[in-house]
C-alpha cells in the first residue's frame, strides 16, 4: 500500500523559515515525479512546485520562486520543500503528490494530474 507522509508545517513568523519532508512507503518513486501543492480555506489546490526524477528540471509558481526550493532524496524515497522568507499569504495546507509516469520530463501542473497523495501538513505564516 503506498503511503505518502508529509511533516515539518507548523506555525511561523512572516519572514521566518519552515522544510517540509514527505516520506513514501510502500513503493519506490525515484523514477517519478513529484510535487508540492497547497490548498488554502475557499480556494484550489495549487502547484507550488515540482521535481523530475532526477531532479533535473524544477518548476516553481510565481509567487514562491526565488523562496521555496524543492529537493528529493531517491535513496531514501523523499521529496522537501525548504521554505524562506515566508508570507502570510502561503498559509495553507501543504500536499505532496506523484505522478506516476516513468521517468516523464513532461510538466504536470494541476492535481488531477497526480496519482497518489499524501494526507497534508499545515502551514500557518502569522504576520
Known amino acids: 500500500q503506498v503511503q505518502l507522509v508529509e511533516s515539518g508545517g507548523g506555525l511561523v513568523q512572516a519572514g521566518g523559515s519552515l522544510r517540509l519532508s514527505c516520506a513514501a512507503s510502500?513503493?519506490?518513486?525515484?523514477?517519478?515525479?513529484m510535487g508540492w501543492f497547497r490548498q488554502a480555506p475557499g480556494k484550489e489546490r495549487e502547484l507550488v512546485a515540482v521535481?523530475?526524477?532526477?531532479?533535473?528540471?524544477?518548476y516553481y509558481t510565481d509567487s514562491v520562486k526565488g523562496r521555496f526550493t524543492i529537493s528529493r532524496d531517491n535513496a531514501k524515497n523523499t521529496v522537501s520543500l525548504q521554505m524562506n522568507s515566508l508570507k502570510p499569504e502561503d498559509t495553507a495546507v501543504y500536499y505532496c503528490a506523484v505522478r506516476d509516469t516513468y521517468r516523464s520530463t513532461s510538466y504536470y501542473d494541476s492535481a488531477p494530474k497526480y496519482d497518489y497523495w499524501g494526507q497534508g501538513t499545515q502551514v500557518t505564516v502569522s504576520s
Open positions: 521535481i523530475s526524477w532526477n531532479g533535473g528540471l524544477r
Open positions: 510502500g513503493r519506490t518513486f525515484s523514477n517519478y515525479a
